[in-house]
Nanobody
Framework: QVQLVESGGGLVQAGGSLRLSCAASGRTFSNYPMGWFRQAPGKEREFVAA???????YYTDSVKGRFTISRDNAKNTVYLQMNSLKPEDTAVYYCAASSRAGRVVLTSLYDYWGQGTQVTVSP
């Protein structure tokens, strides 16, 4: 059974940093895209960042230069380093994994999702 478990969320002041982790079990995802999405209250889930099999990274415009996605294949874990956090980054952050290649910004690409971790950025 495939399972994704996020950790690392919390409360931080604006300008601070957090590192989210997503540990995958049940399958090796090193050859497939993995991504991070977020959902703020009253809003739809939105793409944040993704990492393809070939190592290409993609970011939504609002986090470029502040967030970095990376993976440790030996640990079957993907990370999201978040720096210079802003109050508008407040959301539940979800890790996602796909068993196929495709448009990494689309939620429909992903087959597996974590339970989410709350990130709250205070002014």
């Amino acid at each position: 059974q495939v399972q994704l478990v996020e950790s690392g969320g919390g409360l931080v002041q604006a300008g601070g940093s957090l590192r989210l982790s997503c540990a995958a079990s049940g399958r090796t995802f090193s050859n497939y895209p993995m991504g991070w999405f977020r959902q703020a209250p009253g809003k739809e889930r939105e793409f944040v960042a993704a990492l393809t099999r070939s190592g290409n990274t993609y970011y939504t415009d609002s986090v470029k230069g502040r967030f970095t996605i990376s993976r440790d294949n030996a640990k079957n874990t993907v990370y999201l380093q978040m720096n210079s956090l802003k109050p508008e980054d407040t959301a539940v952050y979800y890790c996602a994994a796909s068993s196929r290649a495709g448009r990494v910004v689309l939620t429909s690409l992903y087959d597996y999702w974590g339970q989410g971790t709350q990130v709250t950025v205070s002014p």
